[in-house]
């Protein structure tokens, strides 16, 4: 391996779904049925279905308080972590419901990655140290370290940045770099889908441009899901783009369609500003 | 345009102004007048006990004549104590304390812990020292009445509550934001907790627990009934020991002068050592990651 920044590599190896006992494929699509969501009394998702293609970026809009993060945070089954939360419904990865019984929460929380809204670096780890805190925190044993830390850097392309000091702590890299760095390490575990909430909005125009970039590259090899209050960005990185207000979907198409041809008269007056 | 008229302060509110804050600066004065005389006269007669000879290298002799022997055995005795009582009470106050924060959270289950560890902070250290005493040292339990590690047990129960909630409010501000992160990696809790929550806290800990090893160590009452008073240097946890407390405890009622100056050294000597502790505490929180 080359120690030259370069284009994310695509690796050889076909992502390992043995974790959830997922059948192998090309692309590994997320479908959403009939999701209930709650935080104690308040019901927070009232019946979502959406699919999730493989290999495609899906962008959630909304208004603040619309269950657009929710939704994400049940795909992982983040959600559950909330004291008081809970969640009734189907979350499919490839077929496999990630509810079902007998089903390992961490196998989950492995196959589908999140990137959270506030860069969250682990403060006592280096910058090798917090991308390779996926493997050692999910006990994965791995003979090459090493590269696969490098490796998801250089796809992150963070490589040439902090390359000469890999032994630094995490939270010394500007707020760009370090929500850079959290994808590295949530790369670093091969997960099948990443999840993204809100993953530029702590961030400065440059640094979000480098991650926009970023998620359009990192769509060859995963199903992302981004949740955005910015539509313009939803406009530059997402294949299709849902629409969601009061815990229900208004609407999912194409992202051009959602923006040029709402077909909901509430979408159309969210895309064009006049309330959210 | 003329400048807007802008009132002098009134005579009335000068006045205010100086009388407040002169009974402020006499009551802070007041207060500092027994902390001023108590640090005077530790070394004023602690100094003069810590130059002569012997004092820190010899135990007491109980000799009526002569040289009383110095406090080496009392020294070493506290340390004995308070480190196995340390070694009691920081592990088990650090796991409640991470139960409490990771585990029980609001349940009723944990809810009531915590009452019951505020109430065991409100209880007199004598009471533990009383509590010792009827269940080891009458009933002989180890084959020793009182021995150094009932003290230590005394102690322990003594400091606990003070890790446990010194613990809580450290692993309180560790940010949630941390354990997501490790958990939406896959992480497994015990993981999260070990190699994240832990490593993140562990500055706020040790000052925690050092400032409960500095309270246990000046405590004198749970040692009395438990560890009972003794002179010479003893490795013996099982049997009976001396401590600085106890020592000091013995000597200022006795009536000979030399042996009460003693007393006052090794109450300097008390005083130095949890003063140590409390400077290394602070040192140590400097470095805290969480704030």
Same mark, same amino acid.
């Given at each position: 391996m080359t120690a030259t920044e370069g284009p994310p590599e695509q690796t050889e190896e076909a992502p390992d779904l043995s974790l959830l006992g997922v059948k192998e494929g090309t692309g590994h699509s997320?479908?959403?049925?009939? *999701?209930?969501?709650?935080?104690?009394?308040?019901?927070?998702?009232?019946?979502? +279905?959406i699919d999730f293609p493989a290999n495609e970026v899906t962008a959630i809009i909304g208004?603040?308080?619309?269950?657009?993060?929710?939704?994400?945070?049940?795909?992982?089954?983040?959600? #559950? #972590?909330?004291?008081?939360?809970?969640? #009734?419904?189907? %979350?499919?990865?490839?077929? %496999? +419901?990630?509810?079902?019984?007998? %089903?390992?929460?961490?196998?989950v929380r492995?196959?589908?990655?999140?990137?959270f809204q506030k860069p969250n670096p682990f403060p006592t780890m280096s910058i090798f140290d917090n991308v390779a805190a996926g493997l050692r925190l999910t006990g994965t044993k791995s +003979?090459? *370290?090493? #590269?696969r830390v490098h490796r998801s850097l250089r796809a992150v392309g963070l490589w040439g940045e902090v390359k000469g000091r890999l032994g630094e702590p995490g939270t010394g890299l500007s707020g760009g770099q370090q929500q850079r760095l959290c994808i590295a390490r949530t790369i670093a575990i091969e997960p099948e889908v990443i999840l993204m909430d809100e993953p530029c909005s702590a *961030?400065?125009?440059?640094?979000? *441009?480098k991650v926009e970039e970023l998620i359009d590259e990192l769509k060859e090899r995963y199903t992302i899901v981004i949740v955005t209050h910015n539509m313009q960005q939803a406009a530059r990185v997402a294949n299709s783009t849902v629409f969601m207000l009061d815990g229900e979907v208004i609407e999912h198409a194409t992202t051009n369609d959602v923006f040029t041809r709402p077909k909901d008269e509430r979408t159309e007056r969210y895309v064009t500003g006049k309330f959210g | 345009m003329s400048a807007p008229a802008l009132p002098a302060i009134s005579a009335r509110r000068r006045r205010t102004d100086k009388v407040m804050r002169a009974l402020l600066l006499g009551g802070t004065g007041i207060a500092l007048v027994p902390l001023i005389l108590i640090i005077y006269y530790l070394l004023h007669k602690g100094l003069s006990a810590w130059t002569s000879s012997g004092f820190f290298t010899t135990d007491p002799n109980g000799n009526f004549f002569g040289s009383p022997g110095g406090? &080496?055995?009392?020294?070493? /005795?506290?340390?004995e104590i308070v480190a196995l009582a340390s070694l009691i009470a920081i592990p088990i106050g650090i796991g409640v304390a991470l139960y409490l924060t990771e585990y029980? &959270?609001?349940?009723?289950?944990?809810? =009531? =812990? &915590?009452?019951?560890?505020? =109430?065991?902070?409100?209880?007199?250290s004598i009471v533990f020292g009383l509590?010792?005493?009827?269940? @080891?040292?009458?009933?002989?339990?180890? /084959?020793?009445?009182?021995? /150094?590690?009932?003290?230590?047990?005394?102690? $322990?129960? @003594?400091? @606990?509550?003070?890790?446990? &909630? $010194?613990?809580?409010? =450290?692993?309180?501000l560790v940010p949630d934001s941390l354990r997501e992160a490790a958990l939406a990696l896959g992480a497994p809790r015990w993981r999260v907790v070990s190699r994240v929550v832990l490593p993140t806290a562990a500055p706020g800990l040790v000052t925690g627990s050092l400032l409960a090893v500095a309270r246990g160590m000046g405590e004198t009452a749970p040692l009395l009934f438990t560890v009972s008073v003794a002179f010479g240097l003893s490795w013996n946890l099982n049997g009976v020991m001396n401590s600085l407390p106890a020592q000091i405890y013995g000597d200022i009622t006795n009536p000979r002068s030399v042996v009460v100056t003693r007393a006052w050294g090794a109450a300097l000597t008390l005083v130095a050592l949890i003063l140590i502790l409390n400077v290394v505490a602070r040192l140590i929180a400097r470095r805290s990651r969480v704030s």
């Open positions: 997320v479908k959403v049925q009939a *999701l209930q969501a709650y935080y104690g009394q308040q019901h927070a998702l009232r019946g979502i +279905d208004p603040s308080g619309s269950g657009k993060s929710t939704v994400v945070r049940c795909i992982n089954r983040m959600h #559950e #972590e909330i004291p008081g939360a809970r969640a #009734e419904g189907s %979350v499919t990865l490839d077929g %496999v +419901d990630v509810y079902g019984d007998g %089903v390992d929460v961490t196998a492995r196959a589908i990655g999140m990137v +003979d090459n *370290l090493r #590269e *961030l400065d125009p440059i640094a979000t *441009l | 406090i &080496r055995s009392a020294i070493f /005795g506290t340390l029980g &959270r609001d349940s009723a289950f944990a809810n =009531v =812990v &915590r009452y019951l560890i505020d =109430v065991m902070t409100g209880v007199p509590f010792i005493y009827i269940v @080891l040292v009458v009933a002989k339990v180890g /084959g020793s009445s009182f021995a /150094g590690w009932k003290g230590s047990l005394a102690l $322990a129960l @003594l400091m @606990l509550p003070i890790v446990v &909630r $010194a613990a809580e409010v =450290v692993l309180l």
